[in-house]
């Protein structure tokens, strides 16, 4: 399966990755030789065989329904990024995370 | 003192022949000395380290003392440890300051070990060389313009150089057994599930495991009493009965310590691709296991080759969807100038990111996505159970298996840097054992000579079926007791 510059554009935005124009061609030499490596996976027949999708067969364990976490809010909130355009104060107020207003 | 083995350096603190203050601040001037040129460490903090030693040495003082109580251990910067910078080799990480202590920093706290460091890595462990980093690219101490292997690059750099008793790291494809074939010492990649990953930054999750990177096998018997063991934070952590993995090493009077062992030497591993150099160190090294005992088998493990491709499907994968939390929110890089939150997340992710990064991001995304999943992420699982029944069937004949960790010595830098193809078949010795969750691990095996007449670290890989790590740790510490590879060292850092 031959990559295209819009499949590389798409995936990007999936991603939430933003990427150049002259990055996207760069990117689509590098990601159509690894693709290459990969599609060695379609000779194999593979008919009937069980999807391994872990080393050991897990199961989750369940626990006791009560408070383990303590409140690190305070602690958590010490690592938000600088708030940006123009602000380099801390993305925070009131214990709240600042983001881009979403909702009109 | 450098030199001494972690028992040896037990028995000197314990005797109080030295305290853990004077034993950390020799580790630290070392670092002073020799980091800035070989870059090991991404961040020290000598007043917390020297304040750790202290109260180690208290502790000796009032006898409370275990293994590795005022041991100086450097830990690779993809642990979260409380008030240190914990960077995983990424810009996106750069101010980022753990709010909580890993499982395994909380286990040597526990023991009373000295955190000398936070060393460096490949950015989110992506990498063969540690030339993805953010903090720039680390030497290895055996020939300044190789690399040290990846991702644990820091950790591999930091023991070859003595700049550490001892060091952590992580292996999801071989990230420590190839850093520690390139820089000569002896790394242990455990079982699946054996090492807690709770604190442990997240590449892949099927296939990240921590181990231990020493000098010795026996010194990685003793990080293994420490770091192993069952943490219910961890919901792939194992729940077995704690294990003494010192308790098969043995010191053997007969001339056979290891008659009997069946030692399966699978054919793939010795064919096109292993450097000619490299496999006459290893064939030396079999002849040796020959001597102690061992009887070789021949064995085949068909599905090697194809152990490339799945993990470039299956690593990327997790790792797109384990590095979606990294969006400028809550932590991390945000962009300084942005126009709306779509706009924030894209850019904070585009320049928190390096290449590597985003390349395998790039391609976790596109295999996932709608269309492709049975072909790409499903057709890999199948073939991932045909790697795993691989060594089920190998097993059957044979007790460990033995052949080389990578199929070089260490590369020059810039050497495969932009060709990431050539660099993923660094891993082809390793990475199968990552998929089917078995423990290995690589120890000194002797040196080859470079093309350009350097003589370089070949590392012997031991795999073991699941849970065998203290026979594995007994078989490669019956090499060590006739041969001393293991304790070289590079040469002008004495």
Partial sequence: MALSIEDIKKVAHLARIEVSESDAAATLTKLTGILSLIEQMQAVDTTGIEPMSHSQDLSQRLRDDIVTKTNLREEFQKNAPALGNGSVEPAVVDGLYLVPKVIE | ?494
Avoid at chain 2, 254 to 267: N, T, Y
């Fill in chain 2, 1 to 494: 003192m450098i030199n001494s083995s972690l028992k040896q350096l037990g028995n000197m603190l314990h005797a109080k022949k030295i305290s853990s203050v004077e034993l950390t601040q020799t580790f630290l001037d070392r670092i002073q000395q020799y980091n800035p040129n070989i870059n090991a460490y991404i961040s020290l903090d000598e007043s917390k380290a020297l304040a750790q030693a202290k109260a180690a040495d208290a502790r000796i003082a009032a006898g409370n003392v275990v293994p590795l109580t005022g041991i100086p251990i450097a830990q690779k910067d993809i642990f979260c440890a409380k008030g240190w910078q914990t960077t995983c080799g990424s810009k996106m990480l750069t101010n980022f300051i753990a709010p909580y202590d890993a499982h395994i920093i909380t286990q040597f706290d526990t023991v009373g070990a000295v955190n000398l460091g936070k060393t460096n890595m490949d950015e989110f462990a992506m990498g063969s060389s540690n030339e993805t980093s953010y903090f720039g690219g680390v030497k290895n101490p055996w020939s300044l313009d190789r690399v040290p292997g990846g991702s644990s690059g820091g950790s591999a750099a930091a023991v070859a150089a003595r700049l550490c008793a001892a060091a952590t790291g992580t292996d999801t494809g071989g990230s420590i057994r190839q850093p520690a074939s390139l820089c000569g010492f002896t790394g242990l990649k455990p079982t699946y599930g054996t090492v807690s990953r709770y604190g442990m930054i997240a590449f892949a999750s099927s296939l990240d495991q921590a181990g231990p990177m020493a000098k010795s096998a026996e010194d990685c018997a003793l990080m293994m009493n420490v770091m192993a063991g069952f943490d219910e934070r961890d919901s792939t952590s194992l729940n077995r009965e704690k294990e003494d993995y010192t308790r098969d090493l043995y010191s053997s009077n007969s001339a056979k310590p290891l008659q009997g062992l069946k030692v399966g030497l699978p054919k793939e591993y010795f064919s096109e691709g292993l450097d000619a150099s490299v496999g006459k160190v290893i064939e030396a090294a079999i002849a040796e296991y020959k001597k102690l005992g061992a009887e070789i088998v021949d064995i085949s493990l068909p599905n090697t080759g194809l152990s490339i491709p799945v993990y470039y499907v299956l690593a990327p994968a997790e790792a797109s969807s384990n590095l979606s939390r990294y969006d400028g929110v809550r932590y991390g890089h945000r962009a300084a100038e942005y126009t709306d939150l779509m706009d924030m997340y894209n850019k904070s992710r585009a320049e928190g990111f390096g290449a590597e990064v985003k390349r395998r991001i790039l391609i976790g995304t596109y295999v996932l996505s709608a269309g492709y999943y049975d072909a790409y992420y499903l057709k890999a699982q199948q073939i991932r159970r045909l790697i795993a029944q691989d060594f089920v069937e190998a097993f059957k004949k044979c007790d460990v298996i033995m052949g080389p960790a990578a199929p070089s010595t260490a590369f020059k830098a810039g050497e495969k840097v932009d060709d990431p193809v050539a660099m993923y078949l660094q891993d082809i010795y390793t990475i199968s054992t990552n998929l089917a969750g078995l423990p290995g691990m690589s120890i000194p095996a002797g040196f080859a000579l470079s093309d350009d007449g350097v003589s370089l670290p070949v590392g012997l890989q031991i795999i073991g079926n699941y849970f065998d790590e203290a026979r594995m740790l007994n078989v490669a510490h019956q090499y060590q007791q006739v041969t001393d590879w293991h304790t070289r060292m590079p040469a002008g850092l004495e």
